[in-house]
């Protein structure tokens, strides 16, 4: 198989089935609640509105946000990852529904956008970097290739290709650019492999490539009068490029869209993360589809720089709000950004370069991102979520139900859905066993069809069982070896088999009615972070397994502040807490509070400690129960 | 004496010379550079333009703040200090060029305020939360008390007196209601005691007795259209009470100016902390005069919660940049606002509460934020100034020549010049020695004529002569033993004297040429915080005598994070860096860099450090080499 046919990996997400005890229960309620919460939002946030007014012809008062279109084809997506592996005709209804009034809104020429269509449409593809006409095209894109995966309708893939056509005959054309928020790049990448069509490759590949390479953007940030945009009507300010690509001292570049300079000679990952994450899924994508050894490297050493130097020890990217992104070597405060859609991103882009080198270390990101940076952004009872995931805070970060830049819920809802994508893969005629979580799944592998079953005792404990049949075929299978297990025991049928490390256990046998027994040993550990990262200096962060912890004010009785030196005695599995939890206990240094007299600062050598007991959570699960401080790295 | 006989103390400015090793060197500066510049500025910026266009019946076309009125007010306040001081024809002829500037744009009312007379006149008194006109005009009758104490010219106080004599018959019978920036209060208290006239002991008395009471912050809250400022010629906008005193959650108080209750009810210092102190100071005062035992609680339950829960070990005060203030007790955030001006405010709280209680502890908070909080807003060459004084930097902090809103360079400038009030007081026939440093002072006390001449190597070490003379008259003497001296040897013409541990040592003897020797024991003391200041858990800041001390990047190889357990070893004086300064040598320890292998965590367990050398200098003089990070409080 050449590196195509293996990202298209021939197991498809309907030939997954999850039943798993920590996941199905989060994938239930983000399909019972989550996913028709945000087809209600979708009517009430004029978002569907929007669409029936262009296709009655009418024009002016646009709802929502200027791309407020992304909201119905992420809705979409994520149902569509639904009906690949259920039937529910109810939901497939009111997806059809939805695509309907899309089609409907769609101009004779392929061009859709509600926001152009209703207020400016003279102004089409003039405002390239704020106005989003292409990142909205993405999504509708992504919609559409899961619909038609998912139904083999065409009725959404139609409506894609048309617009997709459109704007390939625009760009490199009439208009030279490229959007200020990736995301059209990954999407048509997918529209090609469903497609065949090379012209939607090309198309992804002159936006990849001319980023960083054009005056676009210097030109639209020297002539706002002439762009799209502006002002709103209900009086808010969509913003212009020149607030947003400009730096404090006047100067300005395309770091926050990753156009400061061309992708193959970045050396590190800059500016909005998720943007960042998206453009180099994309890229990902483009060199599986090229071999092109150039982009390869590049990717590989922006992926270096991130995961050394620029990553959250829960996965999560990009340190600063102003620009929702990254900053510099080591910036790592706690008070952290960490957007959820950020770490949607890596997981995005994680899976691309597993499928592009068959390397663990891929795999095993993806899994720290999923239980802890993205899984923060999501409340136990799956109706709020997080935007901005600290791994510090005094108590006054809160999940919300939605919000005006709505992103990050419908975003995790197409993750949940679509999680059986994570699983298993298929590569060079091996099947690799990723992530550990109770599924099935049926393939076909060089003519043999085989079959895995999986059960799995994660994130709590180590114990995985696989069963595997390939009706006496010979298939190799690789299982990943977890970056976390202390150490691994595996057994084939009760015999021993020898274990790496880490990356791939390989086991190629003939399979037949074969259980595959895996022991992974969670201990907990203490973790440091390089000394370079300032906001963690004198501290140590606790983790067991796949999962980060985290000190929360009421498990606590001291300000989190004031724990030293955290030592773990035990572990207990709390079926009663935060939805069944495991939790560390152990005992840590306070401050004696005696001996200060009113005093606000006194010689140090009158410090006196006791010891007192404390009480870690998964950090997952913080901020479900009554608010109050949160804090992951520990004072050591 | 009675407690009003106290303040006014018979100690004059004019009665101290100051000729310190530490301090002349920055009053010459000053007097040479800083103040010279200000009156630069005060044409640069159109300040005596605004003055002389209101002379000229003109209107319109105001230049600055809208209280920029207060620049020449100060810098004749500053420049009268110097005079009281020296003769200095030059400086006292621009001087008078200014006041009679200033007094030909009085109105014929008495009404005098440049802003309202040529942008708006019929909009006299209408914003009194945000327009500032009490301000101004407090800072008009502090400069003509300064100038009338100094030259004994009457020029500029009659302008005030009929400023103050309109304000009188205005306020609370026109017009109810306070300044929103306190400033008035304390300057009628001044001018009180040089008139004698009660009308402005009561006027003050009206102004701090309705604060906290009255709804007219509301009312101008609720009513901005019918108010004076809004939106500024150019452009700009002045900002509403609105915007400044209403809450994150919509409900709005005078928090921000102190007027959220009764001075008299409030329990913690809140809001803007250059207001507070400017309240509190006006308040001290007003208890001197009418011994009110309810205020004087009020103000030393204030003064308690200010020094053990809400001040930086500068004396730094207000922590929150957005509304330049207080926050909550123990927050206490290295990245302090702690605002140049509020630490002058807090000497001048200070000051009133010594002479109202004859208390040392006040006279050691004064030399604390005099070494520390105050004296690192200004720059060792005396020409740029901090606004903001956090406590840790990244090295992007740096010193600026002026600013916008320029309160602080002229407010340090008037207490350099008017340092000598600070040395010495006189209280119930006792004359206090509060200050050490190189001086001396002829007054006369209970009829008798006392020459006190006295040399110090403060900051640096803790030797102290005080030569006494009194012509064989009988007067106590009180010396401060400092807070920060471990130990104190006093000797009498070489004969010990028995001495407290702290407050002050008396001596009362008949003098008659005599010799006080004092030495104040200096050791390096690693200062710990309360355990409820978050900030400083696991961190010690290094002291010496009166000095807090900083790392700084120039000085050390590290990281300044990567420091922890500082050692002192030795101190050093090098008279070549920054203008000679004491070092604090030592050794601490730091992480081994080795090992990390590109990872960004790992376990705790591997971590491994090392022994290097630090090097600290005083705080006050960061931020005068090549910019770099700085931090106070180091890791223990």
Same mark, same amino acid.
């Given at each position: 198989?050449?590196?195509?046919?293996?990202?298209?990996?021939?197991?498809?997400?309907?030939?997954?089935?999850?039943?798993?005890?920590?996941?199905?229960?989060?994938?239930?309620?983000?399909?019972?609640?989550?996913?028709?919460?945000?087809?209600?939002?979708?009517?009430?946030?004029?978002?569907?509105?929007?669409?029936?007014?262009?296709?009655?012809?009418?024009?002016?008062?646009?709802?929502?946000?200027?791309?407020?279109?992304?909201?119905?084809?992420?809705?979409?997506?994520?149902?569509?990852?639904?009906?690949?592996?259920?039937?529910?005709?109810?939901?497939?209804?009111?997806?059809?529904?939805?695509?309907?009034?899309?089609?409907?809104?769609?101009?004779?020429?392929?061009?859709?956008?509600?926001?152009?269509?209703?207020?400016?449409?003279?102004?089409?593809?003039?405002?390239?970097?704020?106005?989003?006409?292409?990142?909205?095209?993405?999504?509708?894109?992504? #919609?559409?290739?899961?619909? =038609? %995966?998912? !139904?083999?309708?065409?009725?959404? *893939? @139609?409506? +894609?290709?048309? /617009?997709? &056509? $459109?704007?390939?005959?625009?760009?490199?054309?009439?208009?030279?650019?490229?959007?200020?928020?990736?995301?059209?790049?990954? #999407?048509?990448?997918?529209? =090609? %492999?469903? !497609?065949?069509?090379?012209?939607? *490759? @090309?198309? +992804?590949?002159? /936006?990849? &490539? $001319?980023?960083?390479?054009?005056?676009?953007?210097?030109?639209?940030?020297?002539?706002?009068?002439?762009?799209?945009?502006?002002?709103?009507?209900?009086?808010?300010?969509?913003?212009?490029?020149?607030?947003?690509?400009?730096?404090?001292?006047?100067?300005? &570049?395309?770091?926050?869209?990753?156009?400061?300079?061309?992708?193959?000679?970045?050396?590190?990952?800059?500016?909005?993360?998720?943007?960042?994450?998206?453009?180099?899924?994309?890229?990902?994508?483009?060199?599986?589809?090229?071999?092109?050894?150039?982009?390869?490297?590049?990717?590989?050493?922006?992926?270096?720089?991130?995961?050394?130097?620029?990553?959250?020890?829960?996965?999560?990217?990009?340190?600063?709000?102003?620009?929702?992104?990254?900053?510099?070597?080591?910036?790592?405060?706690?008070?952290?950004?960490?957007?959820?859609?950020?770490?949607?991103?890596?997981?995005?882009?994680?899976?691309?370069?597993?499928?592009?080198?068959?390397?663990?270390?891929?795999?095993?990101?993806?899994?720290?991102?999923?239980?802890?940076?993205?899984?923060?952004?999501?409340?136990?009872?799956?109706?709020?979520?997080?935007?901005?995931?600290?791994?510090?805070?005094?108590?006054?970060?809160?999940?919300?139900?939605?919000?005006?830049?709505?992103?990050?819920?419908?975003?995790?809802?197409?993750?949940?859905?679509?999680?059986?994508?994570?699983?298993?893969?298929?590569?060079?005629?091996?099947?690799?066993?990723?992530?550990?979580?109770?599924?099935?799944?049926?393939?076909?592998?060089?003519?043999?069809?085989?079959?895995?079953?999986?059960?799995?005792?994660?994130?709590?404990?180590?114990?995985?069982?696989?069963?595997?049949?390939?009706?006496?075929?010979?298939?190799?299978?690789?299982?990943?070896?977890?970056?976390?297990?202390?150490?691994?025991?595996?057994?084939?049928?009760?015999?021993?088999?020898?274990?790496?490390?880490?990356?791939?256990?390989?086991?190629?046998?003939?399979?037949?009615?074969?259980?595959?027994?895996?022991?992974?040993?969670?201990?907990?550990?203490?973790?440091?972070?390089?000394?370079?990262?300032?906001?963690?200096?004198?501290?140590?962060?606790?983790?067991?397994?796949?999962?980060?912890?985290?000190?929360?004010?009421?498990?606590?009785?001291?300000?989190?502040?004031?724990?030293?030196?955290?030592?773990?005695?035990?572990?207990?599995?709390?079926?009663?807490?935060?939805?069944?939890?495991?939790?560390?206990?152990?005992?840590?240094?306070?401050?004696?509070?005696?001996?200060?007299?009113?005093?606000?600062?006194?010689?140090?050598?009158?410090?006196?400690?006791?010891?007192?007991?404390?009480?870690?959570?998964?950090?997952?699960?913080?901020?479900?129960?009554?608010?109050?401080?949160?804090?992951?790295?520990?004072?050591?």
């Amino acid at each position: 198989m050449g590196p195509r046919d293996a990202v298209t990996d021939g197991i498809s997400l309907s030939e997954v089935a999850i039943d798993d005890g920590f996941w199905s229960p989060r994938r239930e309620r983000n399909r019972d609640v989550t996913i028709e919460y945000q087809y209600e939002q979708l009517e009430e946030s004029g978002s569907l509105e929007n669409f029936r007014r262009v296709a009655a012809g009418e024009s002016g008062d646009f709802q929502g946000m200027w791309f407020q279109d992304t909201d119905a084809y992420k809705w979409i997506e994520a149902a569509s990852y639904v009906l690949a592996q259920r039937d529910d005709p109810e939901l497939e209804a009111k997806v059809d529904g939805v695509i309907s009034l899309i089609a409907d809104a769609q101009q004779p020429d392929g061009y859709l956008n509600t926001y152009f269509s209703l207020v400016e449409p003279e102004n089409r593809w003039t405002n390239l970097h704020m106005m989003h006409e292409l990142y909205c095209a993405g999504h509708l894109i992504e #919609a559409a290739v899961a619909h =038609y %995966r998912a !139904t083999e309708k065409e009725t959404l *893939l @139609e409506v +894609a290709v048309d /617009f997709a &056509d $459109l704007v390939d005959d625009v760009f490199g054309d009439e208009v030279e650019g490229v959007p200020g928020h990736e995301e059209i790049e990954l #999407a048509l990448l997918k529209l =090609y %492999r469903v !497609t065949d069509e090379t012209r939607y *490759l @090309e198309l +992804a590949k002159y /936006f990849i &490539d $001319l980023r960083g390479k054009d005056d676009r953007l210097a030109w639209e940030i020297d002539n706002p009068e002439t762009l799209g945009g502006g002002e709103y009507e209900d009086g808010s300010i969509i913003p212009a490029a020149r607030d947003v690509f400009t730096h404090e001292d006047g100067t300005y &570049d395309g770091r926050y869209a990753q156009a400061h300079e061309p992708l193959r000679d970045q050396e590190t990952v800059e500016g909005h993360s998720v943007r960042a994450m998206y453009l180099f899924a994309a890229a990902t994508d483009l060199a599986i589809e090229t071999g092109e050894d150039e982009l390869i490297e590049s990717l590989e050493r922006l992926w270096t720089n991130m995961t050394t130097k620029r990553m959250y020890v829960t996965g999560g990217l990009g340190p600063e709000e102003a620009h929702e992104g990254f900053t510099t070597d080591y910036d790592l405060r706690n008070d952290a950004y960490a957007e959820t859609c950020a770490a949607i991103g890596s997981v995005y882009w994680n899976q691309r370069l597993f499928e592009l080198s068959g390397e663990a270390k891929y795999a095993d990101l993806i899994e720290r991102t999923l239980y802890n940076g993205f899984l923060a952004g999501v409340s136990l009872d799956g109706t709020e979520f997080f935007y901005e995931n600290p791994l510090e805070s005094d108590g006054d970060h809160h999940r919300k139900g939605w919000f005006t830049c709505a992103c990050c819920p419908p975003n995790a809802a197409r993750l949940l859905a679509s999680l059986g994508e994570y699983v298993y893969s298929q590569r060079d005629s091996a099947i690799y066993v990723n992530q550990y979580l109770g599924s099935s799944v049926t393939t076909a592998v060089d003519g043999a069809t085989v079959e895995l079953s999986q059960d799995s005792s994660l994130p709590w404990s180590g114990e995985v069982t696989v069963d595997v049949d390939a009706d006496g075929a010979s298939v190799p299978l690789r299982l990943r070896i977890p970056e976390w297990a202390e150490s691994s025991t595996v057994t084939v049928n009760g015999e021993s088999v020898e274990t790496p490390s880490e990356g791939y256990l390989e086991i190629e046998r003939v399979w037949d009615d074969d259980r595959i027994e895996l022991t992974f040993e969670q201990t907990v550990t203490r973790l440091e972070a390089h000394p370079d990262v300032a906001a963690d200096a004198g501290r140590v962060a606790l983790k067991r397994g796949p999962l980060v912890y985290c000190l929360e004010a009421i498990d606590n009785d001291r300000p989190l502040h004031q724990y030293e030196d955290p030592s773990p005695t035990s572990t207990t599995h709390r079926p009663d807490l935060l939805e069944g939890v495991t939790v560390i206990e152990g005992e840590a240094s306070v401050p004696d509070r005696a001996g200060w007299d009113g005093r606000l600062y006194r010689p140090a050598d009158e410090t006196a400690r006791e010891r007192t007991e404390f009480t870690a959570v998964p950090y997952y699960a913080w901020d479900n129960r009554e608010p109050g401080a949160m804090r992951v790295w520990i004072r050591s």
